[in-house]
């Protein structure tokens, strides 16, 4: 459409612009507010139809003192690190036995993802049941604190 063909170019001068009453056309009366006003009464059918979820109370959230995110560590992940913690004075060296205290390095739980060859004896709070079982299945123990 060309510039000079449109309505308000062709409507100069005609007061209402080819809508009928002044009153027409005129803000956000025309449409029954502006945005979402309106959406519990003229606009309902509407509202219902294309979002139905809109309105009303969507689950819940607990608490933050309900809420527990232990830091976990996997077996594999002890038998990587503990050369390291080692040398570092987080862990001990007895013979062929390694002794750690996780809850020390900022462990709460440990968990049985990965393998385990060293011989280790492990202080934690928490630990899962395959994580008891690959330690004890190479000769370690898992101690709770």
């Not at 509202?47 to 527990?68: M, T």
């Not at 862990?91 to 280790?120: N, P, R, W």
């Amino acid at each position: 459409m060309t510039h000079g063909e449109r309505k308000s170019r062709r409507m100069r001068g005609s007061r209402t612009c080819g809508y009928g009453n002044a009153q027409k056309h005129r803000g956000a009366g025309h449409r029954g507010g502006r945005g979402m006003a309106g959406s519990k009464k003229q606009k309902w059918m509407k509202l219902s139809r294309d979002c139905p979820d809109f309105l009303g109370k969507k689950g819940f959230k607990r608490s933050p003192k309900l809420r527990s995110n232990p830091k976990t560590i996997n077996v594999s992940d002890v038998e990587e690190n503990l050369d390291l913690w080692v040398e570092k004075g987080f862990a001990q060296k007895t013979g062929d036995t390694y002794e750690v205290d996780l809850k020390s390095l900022g462990f709460d739980k440990l968990l049985g993802a990965g393998e385990i060859k060293s011989k280790t004896k492990i202080l934690i709070p928490s630990y899962s049941l395959q994580a008891q079982e690959k330690i004890s299945a190479v000769g370690g123990e898992i101690a709770s604190q």
